[in-house]
């Protein structure tokens, strides 16, 4: 039996199974993609403490490195079930059931999506979530974004270095970004910006061709032959459905980062705060790590 099971290999999960494991607990992590979570698709990271400027893969990549350092047995098996009433709490992945004294959640948020016409059939075929990941496939040619905060900003500043021309479409008429990611993208000249605005439906044959953009005064179609979506995130906890959620979705902790069950602890976005940050999801990590070592050494041996 494991000591400390942790969902999730974000910047939270694998900073929480750092702390456990220079404690001298055992743990497990699992993830049933790439580690890293979110910061591995980011282009750059600026606002973190002490390192000017990292790509997010290399960030990521680093935290990986110094959790294998420590022997941190990283799965890269989904969960699909969980049951945190009985002891030892379990973890059911699609190759095997594992059990442990405790469990940290680290699973992060998604992104979302628009729900328009469109998106789901051409997903992987000019739509994306990703610019980092896929910008280099329309190289030279003519994009979209839609969003207005940090995350849609820096893509189109990412994608302006490659593409002919980036329309960024926001439903609001102003953006929610850093400053320092708007003046960047207002000075950037082939940046079109369209306030007040919304995709109602995205047009293609086999791939992208454009897409129908709805404002206050008219409807306009714009070609195009990629729209990258950054709307923001959304938590996906209906797995846990012993825990107390919020009406958003979040697992509601403080910053104990303790949930409603015992031998239950919650770390990063997934959690209600009010900022979701590399550097708070990495301070999550560790403040639920010490608080599972603690349940560990006192409440289960007393």
Not at 55 to 83: C, M, P, R, T, W
Not at 122 to 140: E, H, I, L, M, P
């Amino acid at each position: 039996m494991t000591d400390i099971m942790i969902i999730g290999a974000g910047p939270a999960g694998i900073t929480a199974a750092i702390y456990a494991l220079r404690a001298g607990v055992s743990v497990i992590v699992f993830d049933g993609n790439l580690y890293g979570g979110q910061t591995a698709i980011t282009s750059q990271i600026e606002n973190y403490p002490a390192i000017l400027s990292i790509s997010g893969a290399l960030f990521a990549q680093k935290l990986y490195q110094q959790a294998k350092e420590l022997n941190a047995d990283i799965k890269f098996e989904k969960v699909v079930s969980v049951n945190f009433s009985a002891y030892p709490k379990t973890v059911t992945t699609a190759k095997n059931t594992y059990s442990a004294k405790t469990i940290l959640i680290a699973t992060g948020v998604k992104r979302r999506t628009l729900n328009c016409e469109g998106e789901k059939e051409f997903t992987g075929k000019g739509v994306s979530y990703c610019a980092t990941c896929d910008g280099a496939f329309f190289r030279n040619k003519e994009v979209m974004i839609v969003g207005g905060g940090n995350t849609a900003l820096e893509d189109a500043l990412f994608l302006s270095n490659q593409c002919q021309k980036v329309t960024l479409v926001h439903r609001r008429d102003s953006f929610r970004a850093e400053k320092t990611l708007i003046d960047a993208v207002f000075a950037r000249k082939n940046i079109t910006i369209l306030y007040n605005s919304q995709v109602i439906k995205i047009n293609g044959t086999q791939t992208v061709t454009s897409a129908e953009i709805s404002n206050q005064k008219q409807n306009t179609t714009i070609p195009i032959s990629g729209i990258f979506i950054a709307i923001g995130y959304e938590p996906d906890n209906t797995m846990f459905s012993d825990l107390e959620i919020n009406e958003e979705g979040y697992i509601v902790a403080d910053e104990s980062c303790c949930t409603n069950l015992k031998g239950v602890f919650v770390a990063g976005d997934t959690r209600t705060k009010p900022l979701r940050q590399i550097v708070t999801a990495c301070a999550d990590g560790a403040v639920a790590a010490v608080n599972a070592v603690s349940y560990i050494t006192k409440a289960l041996k007393s």
